[in-house]
């Protein structure tokens, strides 16, 4: 079957945008009036770097079996779609048309799959014996998920990592670690078996050959996507200094002890939710892959640039930590740091 895919976000979203344009699913991006433009214009251009080939290949929307356009929100006409995808910056979600659309999509019963670092707080509220009401201070626009049912929400850790070249312009996206989605399993089955015949049909795609990096997962356990949690607080988070930014390399390398440390205690907040280890990912897999992780990661970068708002899983992690009883000062001063580099750059605007 066909379906049509609403994606929320131009820029990473059009990476899982892609895949399913090759594998025959017409997608919509939402987006900016300026970008819909472009993008309606010329299509997208995603380039992606196959095994064994030296050089990224460029997958252009236009060329691909399935449709591809984009609206703005105030467009989106909700009930021609059979899924929704959560691609942009969490704290973007505040703008008062995304809450309009937010609204409908949650209103229509739209099964939505979310590909962001920030688990939205209906996901969150599947996870039993989780108080979800002290973790609202992590999120910038935490009434912008009320209206949603948690299990027409799941979850798919990012992993894949991708960035709009600077030259290039805003339909553009070069993917700099292939790695797979990997998805939780919604609460009804039908939407499950949708997202499941998704991922085939991704898996099947073939260019010359070869298959495609980048693929969707899906896993029956609601916790695999909560394995990023341990890389993202000891590499992304860890980026943001109190005077500037490092790689994600340094921060990893410069100290393996203290990083497997922290690595470590998140993973016991995640079990201690819930999580099988099995559904974990080995200190020594995300080490050896953050040596080839040369650039400050993209939170560090925003911060850096000025950002006074940006995703707070690092803030997130903490507050269930105090609340399963895993106390860290490691995390508390993580935490502390990007506050406090925020807080600056809100001074800095006002």
Not at 191 to 212: K, N, S, Y
Request: contains cysteine.
């Amino acid at each position: 079957m066909t379906y049509k895919i609403l994606i929320l976000g131009a820029s990473y979203g059009s990476l899982l945008g892609t895949k399913l344009l090759m594998a025959g699913y017409d997608v919509t991006l939402v987006c900016r009036r300026k970008t819909a433009d472009l993008i309606n214009a010329q299509g997208t251009d995603v380039r992606i770097k196959l095994k064994g080939e030296d050089d990224h290949r460029s997958f252009l929307s236009g060329d691909l079996p399935g449709k591809l356009d984009a609206k703005t929100p105030e467009e989106v006409q909700v009930g021609d779609y059979d899924m929704g995808a959560l691609a942009m910056s969490e704290p973007q979600y505040c703008s008062d048309a995304i809450l309009d659309l937010l609204r409908r999509i949650a209103g229509a019963g739209l099964p939505c799959l979310s590909i962001m670092n920030m688990p939205p707080l209906p996901y969150l509220r599947r996870i039993k014996g989780l108080d979800t009401g002290p973790l609202e201070a992590s999120f910038a626009c935490p009434e912008a998920w009320n209206a949603f049912t948690p299990g027409k929400v799941t979850l798919c850790s990012p992993d894949p990592q991708a960035f709009r070249p600077p030259e290039t312009d805003g339909n553009v996206l070069h993917v700099g670690l292939p790695t797979n989605f990997k998805a939780a399993p919604f609460e009804a089955e039908a939407d499950t078996a949708m997202l499941t015949e998704m991922a085939d049909a991704i898996a099947a795609i073939r260019v010359d050959g070869r298959e495609v990096p980048v693929k969707l997962r899906v896993f029956p356990s609601l916790f695999v996507p909560f394995a990023k949690w341990s890389m993202l607080l000891t590499g992304n988070y860890r980026c943001v200094q109190h005077d500037g930014v490092r790689p994600i390399r340094d921060a990893v390398q410069g100290d393996l002890g203290l990083s497997r440390s922290i690595y470590d205690k998140v993973d016991t907040i995640v079990t201690r939710l819930g999580a099988d280890p099995s559904d974990l990912v080995p200190f020594e897999k995300y080490a050896k892959a953050a040596e080839g992780l040369l650039k400050p990661s993209s939170a560090a970068r925003a911060i850096d640039g000025g950002a006074d708002a940006i995703e707070r899983v690092d803030l997130l992690v903490k507050l269930i930590a105090d609340q399963v009883g895993v106390p860290s000062p490691e995390l508390d001063e993580i935490a502390a740091t990007v506050t406090d580099r925020i807080s600056k750059n809100q001074r800095a605007a006002a």
